[in-house]
């Protein structure tokens, strides 16, 4: 089957209880090879901030910075659907979150996240009702660590619970076609997961949501200087990196 995929592939794999594979691709080769491999969601996510670019979070991240790498994975033409993050600061406004929303979809996106539930449901709807295709995040939130002050699991307080559960449902009412649950605890993920019919897609929240998404840097062990607790990398890049270099200057005889 060689069809895009869509936002209604994505729902109907949780219908059939699929579970979806999403990862992260912030430029045309990662974009191209983890199509190949027949990763059917992929997102280029404000991470480029920290794996890519240096930044000590993905606060710096930039529309402009946004729209470079949305616009390199998307040459890839990925059969995946591929997804753009909503950089912090970029939708705090109605008009604005519709205007960045429509230059990450014009530099290729085929949808967008944003951080937030209840606090952001104006601006979801807008997007939605300028007909782009809209995936939630909710749960430990990277654009706000400097005000958490760190990354904190989500959930485990009732009103925390309770609100992650309200905010699901929002999010699912108003049309969003799948919610990103980060470091939520695996029970209240697994009870999000359950009570609404899109896709979860669960990061460091145990293995019950609808799906599971990681930053392919961690997964491939790209970035060795901070790896997650949750993440097993399943291949050591940055040794294969330092031992190919190693050969290489054995074999020109550099010291
Ligand atoms: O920025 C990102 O890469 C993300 C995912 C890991 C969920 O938001």
């Known amino acids: 089957m060689n069809s895009k995929i ?7 794999m949780k219908a059939r209880g699929e579970k979806i594979a999403a990862l992260t691709a912030y430029d045309f080769p990662m974009a191209k090879l983890l199509d190949e491999a027949g990763v059917p969601l992929l997102l280029v996510g404000d ?22 790498h949305v616009r390199a994975a998307a040459r890839a033409k990925p ?58 995040h909710l749960g430990m939130l990277p654009q706000h660590v400097l005000e958490e002050g760190g990354y904190k699991i989500k959930g485990k307080q009732d009103a925390e619970h309770q609100k992650l559960l309200n905010d699901a449902k929002a999010l699912s009412d108003v049309g969003a076609f799948a919610i990103v649950l980060e470091l939520v605890t695996p029970p209240v993920a697994k009870e999000i997961s359950e009570s609404i019919s899109i896709p979860t897609i669960g990061i460091g929240s145990g293995p019950d949501c ?43 005889g550099a010291r």
């Not at 869509?6 to 729902?11: C, L, Q, V």
């Not at 944003?114 to 104006?122: F, Q, R, S, T, V």
């Open 6 to 12: 869509t936002t209604e592939t994505i729902r109907a």
């Open 47 to 68: 991470s480029v901030g920290m794996v890519v670019l240096g930044y000590p979070d993905t606060t710096h991240v930039t529309m402009a910075e946004m729209e470079h």
């Open 79 to 136: 059969k995946a659907l591929l997804g753009g993050d909503l950089p912090f600061n970029s939708y705090g406004t109605i008009s604005e979150a519709v205007a960045n929303a429509k230059r990450l979809v014009a530099a290729g996106a085929d949808f967008v996240k944003a951080e937030g539930g209840a606090e952001i449901l104006p601006q979801v709807k807008a997007i939605i009702a300028a007909g782009i295709a809209f995936c939630g």
């Open 210 to 252: 609808d799906g599971q998404i990681l930053v392919t840097h961690d997964l491939i062990g790209s970035f060795p200087w901070f790896t997650p607790k949750f993440v097993k990398p399943k291949v050591n890049c940055a040794g294969e990196i330092k031992s190919a270099v190693a050969a290489w200057k054995n074999d020109i």
